[in-house]
């Protein structure tokens, strides 16, 4: 049973625009939510964090949403750019077990 | 499909000691095997790459001689964490390509201590 999903494995989205990833999970001993971003034959380089005490965080283009009564975060990447076509994997921590991992979504940012 | 699995899921192990970590691809053949060392709400941090049947490729300042890849088959992968020493302690986490750039299937995760 999959505790972190990520029901889109792909999207595109044109350069300029609004890239919106989604990410539910099911336990809610959850208590620390990352996203990575994985370039093909690269491991996953690590993009943004939240906390569960906070429902927003925002580093440049990127900021991360968490509603944790619905159990969802979503990344927002505004504006999107062509160089951000990768797939992306929404992890979540416990803190008493290994990160888990979602399937990830492509992004294709069309120019 | 595309399921990934660690043996052992935890280990304890005393200082000094080795323990090795396996890492299989249980429903596809994996060309490429990534090790990847997680520590307590902080990234993950790549410690080196393998290709079945070839070397590993360490990221620099793994310490090659004291953690060993081996990626002798398509479905399995072995880390094993040589004179163990209580700064190991950690989560590893393994992943798995059915070939170098393709999709990246990640498993669930060994919790090491070292005593």
């Known amino acids: 049973d999959q505790q972190v999903k990520q029901n889109s494995p792909s999207l595109s989205v044109q350069e300029g625009r609004i890239s919106i990833l989604n990410c539910d999970y099911t336990n809610s001993m959850f208590d620390y939510f990352l996203w990575y971003k994985k370039y093909p034959a690269e491991g996953p380089t690590f993009l943004i964090s939240?906390?569960?005490?906070?429902d927003k965080n925002e580093d440049g283009r990127f900021t991360v949403f968490l509603n944790k009564s619905a159990k969802h975060l979503s990344l927002h990447i505004v504006p999107s750019q062509p160089g951000d076509s990768a797939v992306y994997f929404c992890a979540a921590d416990s803190g008493n077990t290994p990160l888990v991992f979602g399937k990830g979504t492509r992004l294709s940012v069309i120019a | 499909g595309a399921v990934v699995s660690q043996h052992p899921s935890w280990v304890i192990c005393k200082s000094g000691t080795s323990v090795k970590i396996e890492c299989r691809s249980l429903d596809f053949q994996a060309t490429t095997m990534f090790w990847y060392r997680q520590f307590p709400k902080q990234s993950l941090m790549l410690m080196a790459t393998?290709?079945?049947?070839?070397?590993?490729?360490?990221e620099q300042g793994v310490e090659k001689d004291k953690f060993l890849i081996n990626h002798a088959s398509l479905t399995l992968s072995t880390l094993t964490v040589t004179s163990a020493h209580p700064e190991d302690s950690s989560f590893y986490i393994c992943?798995?390509?059915?070939?170098?750039?393709?999709?990246?299937?990640f498993g669930p995760g060994t919790r090491l201590t070292v005593t």
């Open positions: 992943s798995a390509s059915a070939y170098r750039a393709g999709e990246q299937y």
């Open positions: 939240i906390s569960s005490i906070k």
């Open positions: 393998s290709n079945e049947g070839s070397k590993a490729t360490y």
